[in-house]
């Protein structure tokens, strides 16, 4: 079965505190991996998709890597403006026709 | 575009009720789908469309729900007979093909008293 797990599930930093979220997965063959922020009561905010082990995504702070069994996500010098929910989610090639399998999250806050 | 949108954003309703959900996605993409999360979870697929065609359903859809996508364009998720433990985030995606990223509406909260 085509699982997430994604660890931790808290991470508190102080401002410009460096870290990265792991992402691990087990599939039985990935199309792509999609890294997604969410605020509280919001839906999900798309920020990167990665679609082969070596591939890496920036966006700011934000860079995402991808190896055959994990991704991670490194937060370099962040502002409290990053406090979100980080989720992780993969497609397969498989049964599933494109839905996205998510993980639990990891709840990121950043104090000042 | 102003991307997906949801109505409405919240809803509480009485257990026994039915409820109706309405999503709209991006113009020009031909996928929808339709996701369920609850509190410290991550969003549960439901069921997804191509177009105007439902192609597949997950388990956690039981009878009471059924969606619908006439046209191709906006989409309805129905709950008949609504139960406590129907109260969740419900999440409409839309997305240009298989593979491509969803992009997500707001979501509509229901609370089932």
């Known amino acids: 079965e085509d699982q997430v797990t994604q660890s931790p599930e808290a991470l508190r930093l102080q401002e410009g505190e460096s870290s990265s979220l792991n992402c691990s997965y087990t599939?039985?063959?990935?199309?792509?991996l999609f890294w997604y922020r969410q605020d509280p009561g919001k839906g999900p905010e798309f920020l990167f998709t990665l679609y082969s082990a070596g591939e890496e995504k920036e966006k700011e702070r934000l860079k995402a890597t991808l190896t055959k069994k994990e991704s991670f996500l490194h937060i370099t010098a962040p502002k409290p403006e990053d406090s979100a929910t980080y989720l992780c989610?993969?497609?397969?090639?498989?049964?599933?026709?494109?839905?996205?399998?998510f993980g639990k999250g990891t709840k990121l806050s950043v104090k000042p | 575009d102003t991307g997906v949108s949801q109505n409405p954003r919240h809803k509480i309703t009485k257990r026994g009720q039915n409820v109706t959900f309405r999503c709209d996605p991006i113009s020009e993409h031909n996928r929808l789908y339709w996701y369920r999360q609850t509190l410290g979870q991550g969003p549960e697929f439901l069921t997804y469309f191509q177009n105007e065609a439902q192609l597949e359903k997950s388990r956690l859809l039981s009878d009471r729900f059924s969606a619908e996508r006439p046209k191709g364009s906006f989409s309805t998720l129905e709950i008949q007979r609504t139960e406590q433990g129907d109260s969740a985030m419900y999440l409409c995606?839309?997305?240009?093909?298989?593979?491509?990223?969803?992009?997500f509406g707001p979501g509509t909260r229901l609370t089932v008293t």
């Open positions: 989610a993969l497609t397969n090639y498989g049964g599933s026709q494109g839905n996205l399998i």
């Open positions: 995606a839309s997305s240009w093909d298989r593979g491509y990223e969803q992009y």
């Open positions: 599939v039985s063959g990935l199309r792509g």
